[in-house]
Protein backbone atom coordinates (compact mmCIF):
# COMPACT_ATOMS: atom_id res chain seq x y z
CA UNK A 1 0.00 0.00 0.00
CA UNK A 2 1.23 3.46 -0.66
CA UNK A 3 2.08 5.46 2.27
CA UNK A 4 0.13 9.08 2.44
CA UNK A 5 1.82 11.80 1.94
CA UNK A 6 2.68 13.77 5.16
CA UNK A 7 0.59 17.14 5.53
CA UNK A 8 3.07 19.72 4.84
CA UNK A 9 2.73 23.97 6.65
CA UNK A 10 1.23 24.83 4.23
CA UNK A 11 -1.96 22.27 3.89
CA UNK A 12 -2.38 22.98 7.63
CA UNK A 13 -2.44 26.74 7.09
CA UNK A 14 -5.34 25.95 4.65
CA UNK A 15 -6.98 23.39 7.01
CA UNK A 16 -6.93 26.32 9.67
CA UNK A 17 -8.51 28.77 6.69
CA UNK A 18 -11.42 26.20 5.52
CA UNK A 19 -12.00 26.05 8.83
CA UNK A 20 -11.90 29.46 9.72
CA UNK A 21 -14.65 30.21 6.99
CA UNK A 22 -16.52 27.48 8.16
CA UNK A 23 -16.82 28.92 11.34
CA UNK A 24 -17.88 32.25 10.14
CA UNK A 25 -20.45 30.44 7.82
CA UNK A 26 -21.79 29.01 10.80
CA UNK A 27 -22.19 32.38 12.70
CA UNK A 28 -23.29 34.24 9.98
CA UNK A 29 -27.02 33.35 9.78
CA UNK A 30 -26.92 34.66 13.38
CA UNK A 31 -26.36 38.18 12.27
CA UNK A 32 -28.76 37.80 9.42
CA UNK A 33 -31.67 35.82 10.78
CA UNK A 34 -35.08 34.85 8.48
CA UNK A 35 -37.76 36.21 9.44
CA UNK A 36 -36.12 38.30 11.75
CA UNK A 37 -36.50 41.57 10.02
CA UNK A 38 -34.95 43.93 13.42
CA UNK A 39 -32.02 42.35 13.70
CA UNK A 40 -31.34 42.80 9.87
CA UNK A 41 -32.24 46.78 10.42
CA UNK A 42 -29.99 46.97 13.27
CA UNK A 43 -27.60 45.46 11.42
CA UNK A 44 -27.69 48.24 8.43
CA UNK A 45 -28.04 50.13 10.97
CA UNK A 46 -24.85 49.97 12.68
CA UNK A 47 -23.06 49.31 9.31
CA UNK A 48 -24.47 53.01 8.24
CA UNK A 49 -23.01 54.60 11.78
CA UNK A 50 -19.53 52.96 11.01
CA UNK A 51 -19.26 54.13 7.60
CA UNK A 52 -20.25 57.71 8.59
CA UNK A 53 -17.34 57.22 11.77
CA UNK A 54 -14.65 56.31 9.19
CA UNK A 55 -15.91 59.17 6.62
CA UNK A 56 -15.72 61.86 9.11
CA UNK A 57 -12.39 60.26 10.37
CA UNK A 58 -10.78 60.64 7.28
CA UNK A 59 -11.98 64.65 6.60
CA UNK A 60 -11.04 65.60 10.37
CA UNK A 61 -7.14 65.82 9.28
CA UNK A 62 -7.72 68.08 6.81
CA UNK A 63 -9.66 70.73 9.70
CA UNK A 64 -6.36 69.97 11.46
CA UNK A 65 -3.97 71.02 8.20
CA UNK A 66 -6.01 74.22 7.29
CA UNK A 67 -6.04 75.76 10.98
CA UNK A 68 -1.88 74.84 10.96
CA UNK A 69 -1.90 76.67 7.40
CA UNK A 70 -3.81 79.96 8.91
CA UNK A 71 -2.10 80.24 11.83
CA UNK A 72 1.59 79.97 9.97
CA UNK A 73 -0.19 82.44 6.63
CA UNK A 74 1.06 79.50 4.24
CA UNK A 75 -0.68 78.07 1.05
CA UNK A 76 -4.22 79.56 -0.47
CA UNK A 77 -6.96 78.51 1.47
CA UNK A 78 -10.15 79.24 0.77
CA UNK A 79 -12.36 82.38 1.26
CA UNK A 80 -14.68 80.05 3.56
CA UNK A 81 -11.50 78.94 5.55
CA UNK A 82 -10.06 81.93 5.40
CA UNK A 83 -13.57 83.77 6.70
CA UNK A 84 -13.76 81.09 9.90
CA UNK A 85 -10.18 81.44 11.01
CA UNK A 86 -7.73 79.11 12.81
CA UNK A 87 -9.83 79.41 16.08
CA UNK A 88 -12.87 78.23 14.08
CA UNK A 89 -11.13 75.53 12.48
CA UNK A 90 -9.42 74.18 15.14
CA UNK A 91 -13.31 74.22 16.54
CA UNK A 92 -14.45 72.02 13.50
CA UNK A 93 -11.45 69.65 14.00
CA UNK A 94 -12.39 69.11 17.34
CA UNK A 95 -16.11 68.75 16.22
CA UNK A 96 -15.10 66.12 13.72
CA UNK A 97 -13.25 63.73 16.42
CA UNK A 98 -16.62 64.04 18.55
CA UNK A 99 -18.43 63.33 15.11
CA UNK A 100 -16.36 60.56 15.07
CA UNK A 101 -16.78 58.82 18.50
CA UNK A 102 -20.19 59.85 18.74
CA UNK A 103 -20.92 57.82 15.69
CA UNK A 104 -18.62 54.90 16.57
CA UNK A 105 -20.78 54.66 20.10
CA UNK A 106 -23.95 54.86 18.03
CA UNK A 107 -23.10 51.62 15.96
CA UNK A 108 -22.33 49.74 19.39
CA UNK A 109 -25.44 50.66 20.86
CA UNK A 110 -27.53 49.95 17.88
CA UNK A 111 -25.72 46.69 17.55
CA UNK A 112 -25.95 45.67 21.28
CA UNK A 113 -29.43 43.61 20.97
CA UNK A 114 -28.31 42.03 17.75
CA UNK A 115 -24.78 40.37 19.49
CA UNK A 116 -26.45 39.91 23.10
CA UNK A 117 -29.63 37.91 20.96
CA UNK A 118 -26.88 35.82 18.98
CA UNK A 119 -24.99 34.86 21.94
CA UNK A 120 -27.96 33.96 23.97
CA UNK A 121 -29.38 31.94 20.62
CA UNK A 122 -25.61 30.25 20.72
CA UNK A 123 -25.73 29.52 24.36
CA UNK A 124 -29.26 27.95 24.86
CA UNK A 125 -28.42 25.80 21.60
CA UNK A 126 -25.51 24.65 22.99
CA UNK A 127 -26.90 23.85 26.38
CA UNK A 128 -30.08 22.22 24.81
CA UNK A 129 -27.76 20.15 22.72
CA UNK A 130 -25.50 18.73 25.35
CA UNK A 131 -28.93 17.38 27.11
CA UNK A 132 -29.58 15.47 24.36
CA UNK A 133 -26.27 13.82 24.10
CA UNK A 134 -26.47 10.39 24.90
CA UNK A 135 -25.37 9.18 28.56
CA UNK A 136 -22.67 7.46 26.76
CA UNK A 137 -21.17 10.91 26.25
CA UNK A 138 -21.49 12.28 29.38
CA UNK A 139 -20.30 9.30 31.13
CA UNK A 140 -16.79 9.72 28.83
CA UNK A 141 -16.89 13.60 28.79
CA UNK A 142 -15.22 15.45 31.44
CA UNK A 143 -17.59 18.03 33.09
CA UNK A 144 -14.54 20.36 33.62
CA UNK A 145 -13.55 20.47 30.14
CA UNK A 146 -16.99 20.94 28.29
CA UNK A 147 -17.33 23.81 30.47
CA UNK A 148 -14.17 25.23 29.24
CA UNK A 149 -15.34 24.76 26.11
CA UNK A 150 -18.89 26.59 26.09
CA UNK A 151 -17.13 28.98 28.31
CA UNK A 152 -14.80 29.90 25.77
CA UNK A 153 -16.71 29.37 22.55
CA UNK A 154 -19.30 31.85 23.43
CA UNK A 155 -16.92 34.46 24.35
CA UNK A 156 -15.30 33.72 20.97
CA UNK A 157 -19.04 34.59 19.32
CA UNK A 158 -18.89 37.73 21.25
CA UNK A 159 -15.37 38.97 19.64
CA UNK A 160 -15.76 37.56 16.20
CA UNK A 161 -19.06 39.13 15.84
CA UNK A 162 -17.81 42.97 17.76
CA UNK A 163 -14.61 42.73 16.18
CA UNK A 164 -14.83 41.17 12.71
CA UNK A 165 -17.73 43.51 11.76
CA UNK A 166 -16.38 46.51 13.44
CA UNK A 167 -12.75 46.06 13.25
CA UNK A 168 -11.13 44.78 10.19
CA UNK A 169 -13.93 46.11 7.68
CA UNK A 170 -13.79 49.31 9.08
CA UNK A 171 -9.91 49.08 9.30
CA UNK A 172 -10.25 47.94 5.31
CA UNK A 173 -12.57 50.93 4.26
CA UNK A 174 -10.51 53.38 6.08
CA UNK A 175 -7.08 52.12 5.00
CA UNK A 176 -8.22 52.45 1.43
CA UNK A 177 -10.04 56.18 1.83
CA UNK A 178 -6.17 57.38 3.23
CA UNK A 179 -4.45 55.30 0.57
CA UNK A 180 -7.05 57.49 -2.54
CA UNK A 181 -6.54 60.90 -0.17
CA UNK A 182 -2.42 60.63 0.06
CA UNK A 183 -2.11 59.40 -3.68
CA UNK A 184 -4.60 62.48 -4.54
CA UNK A 185 -3.13 65.37 -2.57
CA UNK A 186 0.48 64.39 -2.41
CA UNK A 187 2.08 62.10 -4.93
CA UNK A 188 1.91 57.95 -5.55
CA UNK A 189 5.54 58.19 -3.57
CA UNK A 190 3.76 58.30 -0.48
CA UNK A 191 1.12 55.67 -0.99
CA UNK A 192 3.78 53.29 -2.25
CA UNK A 193 5.84 53.66 0.99
CA UNK A 194 2.52 53.52 3.28
CA UNK A 195 1.34 49.95 0.92
CA UNK A 196 4.73 48.36 1.16
CA UNK A 197 4.60 49.44 4.71
CA UNK A 198 0.87 47.96 5.40
CA UNK A 199 1.74 45.21 3.48
CA UNK A 200 4.83 44.02 5.64
CA UNK A 201 3.17 44.66 8.69
CA UNK A 202 -0.02 42.75 7.70
CA UNK A 203 2.21 39.47 6.40
CA UNK A 204 4.80 39.87 9.53
CA UNK A 205 1.58 39.95 11.75
CA UNK A 206 -0.11 36.83 10.23
CA UNK A 207 3.48 34.50 10.11
CA UNK A 208 4.03 35.54 13.79
CA UNK A 209 0.27 35.26 15.14
CA UNK A 210 -0.11 31.40 13.31
CA UNK A 211 2.87 30.64 14.94
CA UNK A 212 1.52 31.49 18.45
CA UNK A 213 -1.46 30.11 17.79
CA UNK A 214 0.18 26.86 18.56
CA UNK A 215 1.84 28.01 21.70
CA UNK A 216 -2.05 29.21 22.80
CA UNK A 217 -3.43 26.11 22.22
CA UNK A 218 -1.11 24.05 23.93
CA UNK A 219 -1.73 27.01 26.54
CA UNK A 220 -5.49 26.18 26.35
CA UNK A 221 -5.35 22.46 26.49
CA UNK A 222 -2.75 23.11 30.03
CA UNK A 223 -5.27 24.99 31.21
CA UNK A 224 -8.53 22.73 30.33
CA UNK A 225 -6.58 19.73 31.91
CA UNK A 226 -5.85 21.65 35.04
CA UNK A 227 -9.44 22.53 35.60
CA UNK A 228 -10.67 19.20 35.11
CA UNK A 229 -8.20 17.83 38.10
CA UNK A 230 -9.52 21.16 40.41
CA UNK A 231 -13.35 20.16 39.48
CA UNK A 232 -13.01 16.00 39.61
CA UNK A 233 -10.81 16.81 42.76
CA UNK A 234 -13.71 18.65 44.59
CA UNK A 235 -17.04 16.97 43.46
CA UNK A 236 -14.74 14.11 45.16
CA UNK A 237 -14.12 16.20 47.96
CA UNK A 238 -15.40 13.48 50.61
CA UNK A 239 -13.21 10.99 49.03
CA UNK A 240 -9.98 13.61 49.11
CA UNK A 241 -10.99 13.59 52.75
CA UNK A 242 -10.95 9.95 53.72
CA UNK A 243 -7.55 9.17 51.72
CA UNK A 244 -5.74 11.99 53.48
CA UNK A 245 -4.93 12.50 49.66
CA UNK A 246 -4.89 16.46 49.92
CA UNK A 247 -1.46 16.64 49.35
CA UNK A 248 -1.51 14.38 46.62
CA UNK A 249 -4.29 15.94 44.45
CA UNK A 250 -2.32 19.45 45.10
CA UNK A 251 0.42 17.69 43.52
CA UNK A 252 -1.74 16.44 40.90
CA UNK A 253 -3.26 20.16 40.28
CA UNK A 254 0.08 21.66 40.21
CA UNK A 255 1.81 19.35 38.00
CA UNK A 256 -1.36 20.59 35.12
CA UNK A 257 -0.66 24.27 36.40
CA UNK A 258 3.03 23.67 35.52
CA UNK A 259 2.10 22.92 31.73
CA UNK A 260 0.41 25.98 32.01
CA UNK A 261 2.65 28.07 33.19
CA UNK A 262 5.55 26.69 30.68
CA UNK A 263 3.09 27.79 27.57
CA UNK A 264 1.53 30.92 29.48
CA UNK A 265 5.75 32.34 29.54
CA UNK A 266 6.22 30.60 25.56
CA UNK A 267 2.57 33.11 25.04
CA UNK A 268 4.40 36.10 26.84
CA UNK A 269 7.57 35.71 25.20
CA UNK A 270 6.29 35.54 21.63
CA UNK A 271 3.77 38.56 21.98
CA UNK A 272 6.53 40.51 23.39
CA UNK A 273 8.54 39.74 19.82
CA UNK A 274 4.86 40.18 17.88
CA UNK A 275 4.90 43.65 18.77
CA UNK A 276 8.26 44.72 18.92
CA UNK A 277 8.29 43.95 15.54
CA UNK A 278 5.00 45.47 14.64
CA UNK A 279 6.18 48.50 16.19
CA UNK A 280 9.66 48.51 14.19
CA UNK A 281 7.61 47.94 10.91
CA UNK A 282 5.33 50.94 11.40
CA UNK A 283 7.75 53.14 12.92
CA UNK A 284 10.00 52.73 9.98
CA UNK A 285 6.78 53.37 7.58
CA UNK A 286 5.99 56.30 9.57
CA UNK A 287 9.74 58.08 9.97
CA UNK A 288 9.90 57.66 6.12
CA UNK A 289 6.98 59.16 5.25
CA UNK A 290 7.71 61.96 7.38
CA UNK A 291 11.06 62.42 5.65
CA UNK A 292 9.63 62.86 2.12
CA UNK A 293 6.98 65.71 3.85
CA UNK A 294 9.84 67.06 5.46
CA UNK A 295 11.80 67.41 2.18
CA UNK A 296 8.73 68.47 0.76
CA UNK A 297 8.45 71.66 3.22
CA UNK A 298 11.76 72.36 2.66
CA UNK A 299 11.75 72.31 -1.02
CA UNK A 300 8.33 75.13 -0.67
CA UNK A 301 6.47 71.94 -2.43
CA UNK A 302 4.29 71.06 0.93
CA UNK A 303 3.09 73.47 3.59
CA UNK A 304 3.22 73.00 7.44
CA UNK A 305 0.07 71.83 7.24
CA UNK A 306 0.65 69.64 4.87
CA UNK A 307 3.60 67.68 7.29
CA UNK A 308 0.88 67.93 10.24
CA UNK A 309 -2.00 65.96 7.61
CA UNK A 310 0.75 63.48 7.16
CA UNK A 311 1.17 62.70 10.55
CA UNK A 312 -2.00 62.73 11.49
CA UNK A 313 -3.36 60.55 8.66
CA UNK A 314 0.30 57.87 9.54
CA UNK A 315 -1.52 57.79 13.27
CA UNK A 316 -4.59 57.72 12.38
CA UNK A 317 -3.56 53.88 10.44
CA UNK A 318 -0.99 53.46 12.67
CA UNK A 319 -3.37 52.66 15.45
CA UNK A 320 -5.69 50.46 14.32
CA UNK A 321 -2.93 48.69 12.33
CA UNK A 322 -1.25 48.22 15.96
CA UNK A 323 -5.09 47.18 17.06
CA UNK A 324 -4.98 45.06 13.99
CA UNK A 325 -2.24 42.40 15.58
CA UNK A 326 -4.00 41.89 18.50
CA UNK A 327 -7.56 41.69 16.59
CA UNK A 328 -6.24 39.38 14.10
CA UNK A 329 -4.60 36.69 16.91
CA UNK A 330 -7.60 37.02 18.68
CA UNK A 331 -9.93 36.41 16.05
CA UNK A 332 -7.88 33.22 15.30
CA UNK A 333 -7.74 32.27 18.73
CA UNK A 334 -11.81 32.28 18.79
CA UNK A 335 -12.20 30.75 15.56
CA UNK A 336 -9.84 27.80 17.33
CA UNK A 337 -12.25 28.22 20.34
CA UNK A 338 -15.67 28.22 18.36
CA UNK A 339 -14.14 25.39 16.27
CA UNK A 340 -14.44 23.50 19.33
CA UNK A 341 -17.77 24.74 20.51
CA UNK A 342 -19.39 23.85 16.86
CA UNK A 343 -18.01 20.18 16.74
CA UNK A 344 -19.62 19.41 20.62
CA UNK A 345 -23.09 20.88 18.43
CA UNK A 346 -22.15 18.42 15.78
CA UNK A 347 -21.82 15.49 18.14
CA UNK A 348 -24.47 13.51 17.15
CA UNK A 349 -27.17 12.27 19.50
CA UNK A 350 -26.84 8.33 20.06
CA UNK A 351 -30.50 8.30 20.92
CA UNK A 352 -32.99 10.48 18.65
CA UNK A 353 -36.64 10.46 17.61
CA UNK A 354 -38.07 9.14 14.90
CA UNK A 355 -39.30 11.69 12.27
CA UNK A 356 -43.32 12.25 13.24
CA UNK A 357 -42.96 9.84 16.32
CA UNK A 358 -46.17 10.28 18.26
CA UNK A 359 -46.04 10.41 21.67
CA UNK A 360 -46.50 7.11 24.07
CA UNK A 361 -50.08 6.24 24.98
CA UNK A 362 -50.52 4.78 28.31
CA UNK A 363 -53.34 2.57 28.98
CA UNK A 364 -52.23 0.04 31.60
CA UNK A 365 -48.83 0.68 32.02
CA UNK A 366 -47.60 -3.42 30.51
CA UNK A 367 -43.29 -3.29 30.41
CA UNK A 368 -41.91 -6.20 28.15
CA UNK A 369 -38.11 -6.90 27.54
CA UNK A 370 -38.31 -9.28 24.71
CA UNK A 371 -35.15 -11.27 23.69
CA UNK A 372 -33.03 -7.93 24.58
CA UNK A 373 -29.43 -7.88 23.61
CA UNK A 374 -27.16 -4.68 24.49
CA UNK A 375 -23.57 -4.18 24.88
CA UNK A 376 -21.58 -0.60 26.37
CA UNK A 377 -19.42 -1.93 24.29
CA UNK A 378 -19.65 -4.31 20.72
CA UNK A 379 -17.27 -7.25 22.05
CA UNK A 380 -19.02 -7.21 25.69
CA UNK A 381 -22.27 -7.96 25.36
CA UNK A 382 -23.99 -7.13 29.19
CA UNK A 383 -27.48 -8.58 28.12
CA UNK A 384 -27.74 -11.89 25.91
CA UNK A 385 -31.65 -12.36 25.16
CA UNK A 386 -32.97 -11.20 28.49
CA UNK A 387 -36.84 -11.56 28.13
CA UNK A 388 -38.98 -9.97 31.27
CA UNK A 389 -42.94 -9.19 30.86
CA UNK A 390 -44.21 -6.93 33.51
CA UNK A 391 -47.96 -6.65 33.47
CA UNK A 392 -50.13 -3.78 33.88
CA UNK A 393 -50.03 -2.60 37.48
CA UNK A 394 -48.04 -5.15 38.69
CA UNK A 395 -44.69 -5.18 40.97
CA UNK A 396 -41.59 -7.00 39.33
CA UNK A 397 -38.08 -7.28 40.83
CA UNK A 398 -34.71 -7.81 39.49
CA UNK A 399 -31.81 -9.10 41.28
CA UNK A 400 -28.33 -10.46 40.71
CA UNK A 401 -24.84 -10.05 41.06
CA UNK A 402 -22.96 -7.53 39.71
CA UNK A 403 -22.43 -7.14 36.35
CA UNK A 404 -25.67 -9.01 35.82
CA UNK A 405 -27.31 -6.35 33.70
CA UNK A 406 -29.77 -5.49 36.72
CA UNK A 407 -29.06 -1.15 36.12
CA UNK A 408 -28.70 -1.78 32.17
CA UNK A 409 -32.39 -2.87 32.45
CA UNK A 410 -33.36 0.43 34.03
CA UNK A 411 -31.44 2.23 31.68
CA UNK A 412 -33.12 0.50 28.40
CA UNK A 413 -36.62 0.94 29.77
CA UNK A 414 -35.81 5.25 30.11
CA UNK A 415 -33.85 4.89 26.77
CA UNK A 416 -30.92 5.96 27.59
CA UNK A 417 -29.69 3.93 25.36
CA UNK A 418 -31.19 1.73 22.57
CA UNK A 419 -31.07 -2.08 22.52
CA UNK A 420 -28.88 -3.74 19.99
CA UNK A 421 -31.42 -6.59 19.64
CA UNK A 422 -34.68 -7.51 20.70
CA UNK A 423 -37.11 -4.42 21.85
CA UNK A 424 -38.61 -3.18 24.81
CA UNK A 425 -42.40 -2.17 24.85
CA UNK A 426 -44.64 -0.27 26.76
CA UNK A 427 -48.13 -1.73 26.56
CA UNK A 428 -47.13 -2.82 23.18
CA UNK A 429 -45.45 0.09 21.92
CA UNK A 430 -41.55 0.18 21.18
CA UNK A 431 -39.78 2.67 22.61
CA UNK A 432 -37.66 3.44 19.86
CA UNK A 433 -41.43 4.17 17.49
CA UNK A 434 -42.50 6.91 20.45
CA UNK A 435 -41.07 10.57 21.60
CA UNK A 436 -38.23 10.28 24.50
CA UNK A 437 -39.84 12.97 26.13
CA UNK A 438 -43.82 11.52 26.39
CA UNK A 439 -41.61 8.40 27.19
CA UNK A 440 -39.84 10.24 30.39
CA UNK A 441 -43.27 11.94 31.28
CA UNK A 442 -44.38 8.21 32.08
CA UNK A 443 -41.48 7.02 34.19
CA UNK A 444 -40.69 7.40 37.56
CA UNK A 445 -37.20 6.65 38.93
CA UNK A 446 -35.65 6.52 41.95
CA UNK A 447 -32.38 5.54 41.34
CA UNK A 448 -29.80 4.84 44.07
CA UNK A 449 -27.81 7.63 44.08
CA UNK A 450 -30.00 10.98 44.37
CA UNK A 451 -28.46 13.66 43.38
CA UNK A 452 -29.70 17.32 44.00
CA UNK A 453 -29.68 20.40 42.65
CA UNK A 454 -27.72 23.21 44.56
CA UNK A 455 -31.05 24.80 45.33
CA UNK A 456 -33.55 24.86 47.99
CA UNK A 457 -35.36 21.80 49.57
CA UNK A 458 -38.80 23.15 47.74
CA UNK A 459 -36.97 23.49 44.96
CA UNK A 460 -35.24 19.97 44.45
CA UNK A 461 -39.05 17.98 45.29
CA UNK A 462 -41.23 20.17 43.45
CA UNK A 463 -38.99 18.88 40.30
CA UNK A 464 -40.82 16.40 39.73
CA UNK A 465 -44.09 18.56 38.93
CA UNK A 466 -43.08 22.46 38.78
CA UNK A 467 -46.62 22.77 38.31
CA UNK A 468 -47.40 21.56 42.57
CA UNK A 469 -48.70 23.20 44.71
CA UNK A 470 -47.20 23.75 48.01
CA UNK A 471 -49.74 21.73 49.95
CA UNK A 472 -48.89 18.89 47.25
CA UNK A 473 -45.31 18.82 47.95
CA UNK A 474 -45.96 18.86 51.57
CA UNK A 475 -47.85 16.06 50.86
CA UNK A 476 -45.38 14.37 49.09
CA UNK A 477 -42.53 14.75 51.32
CA UNK A 478 -44.77 13.47 54.29
CA UNK A 479 -45.39 9.96 52.35
CA UNK A 480 -41.32 9.92 51.73
CA UNK A 481 -41.30 10.59 55.57
CA UNK A 482 -38.71 13.71 55.12
CA UNK A 483 -41.76 16.64 56.28
CA UNK A 484 -41.16 16.44 59.84
CA UNK A 485 -37.21 17.15 59.45
CA UNK A 486 -37.72 19.74 56.66
CA UNK A 487 -40.25 21.85 58.89
CA UNK A 488 -37.33 21.15 62.05
CA UNK A 489 -34.87 23.31 59.84
CA UNK A 490 -34.49 26.90 60.52
CA UNK A 491 -35.39 28.13 57.24
CA UNK A 492 -37.40 24.81 56.15
CA UNK A 493 -38.27 24.14 53.04
CA UNK A 494 -36.35 27.26 52.00
CA UNK A 495 -33.63 25.33 52.87
CA UNK A 496 -30.21 25.47 50.82
CA UNK A 497 -29.12 21.27 50.21
CA UNK A 498 -25.69 22.24 48.55
CA UNK A 499 -24.03 21.39 45.45
CA UNK A 500 -25.18 17.75 44.62
CA UNK A 501 -26.87 17.63 48.04
CA UNK A 502 -23.48 17.09 50.03
CA UNK A 503 -25.14 19.31 52.76
CA UNK A 504 -27.85 16.56 53.82
CA UNK A 505 -27.10 13.02 54.51
CA UNK A 506 -27.20 10.11 51.83
CA UNK A 507 -30.70 9.30 53.70
CA UNK A 508 -31.83 12.45 53.53
CA UNK A 509 -30.75 12.84 50.15
CA UNK A 510 -32.75 9.60 48.93
CA UNK A 511 -35.70 11.11 50.25
CA UNK A 512 -35.99 14.06 48.94
CA UNK A 513 -35.22 11.77 45.90
CA UNK A 514 -38.55 9.46 46.92
CA UNK A 515 -40.94 12.64 47.14
CA UNK A 516 -39.75 14.40 44.17
CA UNK A 517 -41.17 10.88 42.10
CA UNK A 518 -43.99 10.47 44.75
CA UNK A 519 -45.15 13.98 43.60
CA UNK A 520 -44.55 13.41 39.53
CA UNK A 521 -47.32 10.74 40.29
CA UNK A 522 -45.73 8.56 37.16
CA UNK A 523 -48.32 5.09 35.75
CA UNK A 524 -44.18 3.22 35.74
CA UNK A 525 -42.05 3.06 38.70
CA UNK A 526 -38.57 1.84 38.56
CA UNK A 527 -36.83 1.51 41.65
CA UNK A 528 -33.49 1.61 41.63
CA UNK A 529 -32.29 0.16 44.72
CA UNK A 530 -34.39 3.13 46.29
CA UNK A 531 -33.96 2.28 50.05
CA UNK A 532 -30.67 1.18 50.29
CA UNK A 533 -29.03 4.43 52.04
CA UNK A 534 -31.87 4.48 54.43
CA UNK A 535 -31.60 2.96 58.14
CA UNK A 536 -33.45 -0.01 58.85
CA UNK A 537 -36.59 2.37 60.51
CA UNK A 538 -36.98 4.21 57.87
CA UNK A 539 -37.14 1.90 55.46
CA UNK A 540 -39.89 -0.06 56.59
CA UNK A 541 -42.09 3.58 56.40
CA UNK A 542 -40.68 4.15 53.17
CA UNK A 543 -41.35 0.73 51.92
CA UNK A 544 -45.02 1.09 52.59
CA UNK A 545 -45.30 4.10 51.37
CA UNK A 546 -43.67 2.88 48.22
CA UNK A 547 -45.85 -0.37 48.08
CA UNK A 548 -49.35 2.14 48.61
CA UNK A 549 -47.77 4.45 45.60
CA UNK A 550 -47.01 1.40 43.05
CA UNK A 551 -50.48 0.09 43.83
CA UNK A 552 -52.48 0.12 40.30
CA UNK A 553 -49.46 1.12 38.65
CA UNK A 554 -46.10 -1.15 37.18
CA UNK A 555 -43.58 -1.20 39.43
CA UNK A 556 -39.82 -2.18 38.68
CA UNK A 557 -37.31 -2.91 41.42
CA UNK A 558 -33.95 -3.66 41.17
CA UNK A 559 -33.17 -4.99 44.55
CA UNK A 560 -30.39 -5.24 46.99
CA UNK A 561 -31.95 -6.15 49.78
CA UNK A 562 -34.29 -9.26 49.28
CA UNK A 563 -36.35 -8.61 52.40
CA UNK A 564 -37.73 -5.47 50.36
CA UNK A 565 -39.17 -6.98 47.73
CA UNK A 566 -40.05 -10.23 48.71
CA UNK A 567 -44.28 -8.88 48.20
CA UNK A 568 -43.14 -8.90 44.50
CA UNK A 569 -45.43 -10.38 42.08
CA UNK A 570 -42.16 -12.09 40.22
CA UNK A 571 -39.04 -12.25 41.29
CA UNK A 572 -36.07 -12.15 38.08
CA UNK A 573 -32.71 -13.66 39.28
CA UNK A 574 -30.10 -12.53 36.35
CA UNK A 575 -26.46 -13.65 35.93
CA UNK A 576 -23.92 -12.99 33.35
CA UNK A 577 -26.48 -11.40 31.32
CA UNK A 578 -29.13 -13.92 31.29
CA UNK A 579 -32.32 -14.26 33.24
CA UNK A 580 -31.31 -17.67 35.49
CA UNK A 581 -34.56 -17.53 37.57
CA UNK A 582 -37.90 -16.19 38.24
CA UNK A 583 -40.81 -16.56 40.13
CA UNK A 584 -42.62 -15.84 43.56
CA UNK A 585 -40.29 -15.40 46.64
CA UNK A 586 -41.90 -18.68 47.92
CA UNK A 587 -41.68 -20.29 44.70
CA UNK A 588 -37.58 -19.27 44.09
CA UNK A 589 -37.19 -20.22 48.09
CA UNK A 590 -38.42 -23.51 47.74
CA UNK A 591 -36.86 -24.30 44.29
CA UNK A 592 -33.02 -24.04 46.68
CA UNK A 593 -31.59 -22.62 43.89
CA UNK A 594 -29.51 -19.25 42.89
CA UNK A 595 -32.19 -17.22 44.85
CA UNK A 596 -32.47 -19.34 47.70
CA UNK A 597 -28.71 -19.49 48.47
CA UNK A 598 -28.72 -15.33 48.16
CA UNK A 599 -31.55 -15.40 50.79
CA UNK A 600 -30.47 -17.53 53.15
CA UNK A 601 -26.99 -15.56 53.26
CA UNK A 602 -28.90 -12.25 54.02
CA UNK A 603 -31.24 -13.72 56.42
CA UNK A 604 -28.10 -15.74 57.97
CA UNK A 605 -27.43 -11.21 59.29
CA UNK A 606 -24.15 -11.70 57.38
CA UNK A 607 -25.40 -8.17 55.93
CA UNK A 608 -23.78 -8.61 52.63
CA UNK A 609 -24.04 -7.00 49.78
CA UNK A 610 -26.09 -9.52 47.24
CA UNK A 611 -24.08 -8.71 44.47
CA UNK A 612 -20.93 -10.00 46.25
CA UNK A 613 -22.32 -12.94 47.25
Do not use: C
Request: aromatic share 8%; no cysteine; net charge neutral.
Amino acid sequence: MRRGRRPTTADLSQLDRSQGMRTIRKVAPYLWPEGQGWVKRRVVLAMLALVLAKVVAVITPFFYKAAVDSLTGEGAPEAMLMAVGAVGLTIAYGMAKLMNTGFQQLRDAIFARVGQRALRRIALETFTHIHRLSLRYHITRKTGGLSRIIERGVKGVDFLLRFLLFSIGPLVIELALVGVILYVAFDIWYLAVVAVTIAAYIKFTFVVTDWRLKIRKKMNDQDTDANQKAIDSLLNFETVKYFGAEAREADRYDRAMEGYEDAAIKTSLSLAFLNFGQALLITGGLVAVMVMAAMGVQAGKLTVGDFVMVNAYMIQITMPLNFLGTVYREIRQSLVDMAEMFALLEQPAEVMDKPGAPALAVTGGAVAFRDVRFGYDAERPILKGVTIEVPAGRKVAIVGPSGAGKSTIGRLLFRFYDVTGGAVLIDGQDVRDITQDSLHAQIGVVPQDTVLFNDTILYNIAYGRPDATREQIEAAARAAQIHDFVAGLPRGYETMVGERGLKLSGGEKQRVGIARTLLKNPPILLLDEATSALDSETEAGIQAQLKAMGEGRTVIAIAHRLSTIVDADEIVVLEDGQVVERGSHEALVARGGRYAAMWARQQAGEDEDVEAA
